[in-house]
T-cell receptor, first 113, second 110 residues
Framework: NAGVTQTPKFQVLKTGQSMTLQCAQD?????MYWYRQDPGMGLRLIYY???????DKGEVPNGYNVSRLNKREFSLRLESAAPSQTSVYFC????????????FGPGTRLLVL | QKEVEQNSGPLSVPEGAIASLNCTYS??????FFWYRQYSGKSPELIMF????GDKEDGRFTAQLNKASQYVSLLIRDSQPSDSATYLC??????????FGQGTRLTINP
């Protein structure tokens, strides 16, 4: 089992460009999450999907959109990248929302110039 | 006040000593509490979770929860250089979501 995978591992964008971060899990988990991590800020939740077909905003959703493509895949889209979106992005999954252990992917380092 | 607060450190502990990491949270209704370890450049990995007041031990790690005082701590006994990492406290504050503290950077000195 690969667990949680993310692509790409690293990306450089120019301001205004768009991109989609991909996440997939092979643990048959119901819930998936997108976080960003900035120095001194810990992990902040961007969006989450409690189950297939549902998505909800987290703490910092502005500038992002998500799609729960199926039970395995949860993508994060930046429509018009801004330098403030320079960060490390982690995808995570859990068997069900809130109470259960979350398993994290390896992260995507994004630099917006 | 932040919802989940940790001392960002760095916390420096000699090898073999006990490392004590603390976390406070704002919501008295929180039910579950997690400690994650994150090595530099890597993703967080779960060390322990605790749901009930008191202590929970797993090898060299002990999680302590005091809901009345709204704090949760992690003790690492016989600290090793391999324990050097950032430790993230996470609390189930809202239904279906975890809120993370900013993390405490721990360094174990040989």
């Amino acid at each position: 089992n690969a667990g949680v995978t993310q692509t790409p591992k690293f990306q450089v964008l120019k301001t205004g460009q768009s991109m989609t971060l991909q996440c997939a899990q092979d643990m048959n988990h119901n819930s998936m999450y997108w976080y960003r991590q900035d120095p001194g800020m810990g992990l902040r939740l961007i969006y989450y999907s409690a189950s297939e077909g549902t998505t909800d905003k987290g703490e910092v959703p502005n500038g992002y959109n998500v799609s729960r493509l199926n039970k395995r895949e949860f993508s994060l889209r930046l429509e018009s990248a801004a330098p403030s979106q320079t960060s490390v992005y982690f995808c995570a999954s859990s068997e069900r929302s809130g109470e259960e252990t979350q398993y994290f992917g390896p992260g995507t380092r994004l630099l917006v110039l | 006040q932040k919802e989940v607060e940790q001392n960002s450190g760095p916390l420096s502990v000699p090898e073999g000593a006990i490392a004590s990491l603390n976390c406070t949270y704002s919501d008295r209704g929180s039910q579950s509490f997690f400690w994650y370890r994150q090595y530099s450049g890597k993703s967080p990995e779960l060390i322990m979770f605790i749901y009930s007041n008191g202590d929970k031990e797993d090898g060299r790690f002990t999680a302590q929860l005091n809901k009345a005082s709204q704090y949760v701590s992690l003790l690492i006994r016989d600290s090793q250089p391999s324990d050097s990492a950032t430790y993230l406290c996470a609390v189930n504050l809202w239904a279906q979501k975890l809120v993370f503290g900013q993390g405490t950077r721990l360094t174990i000195n040989p």
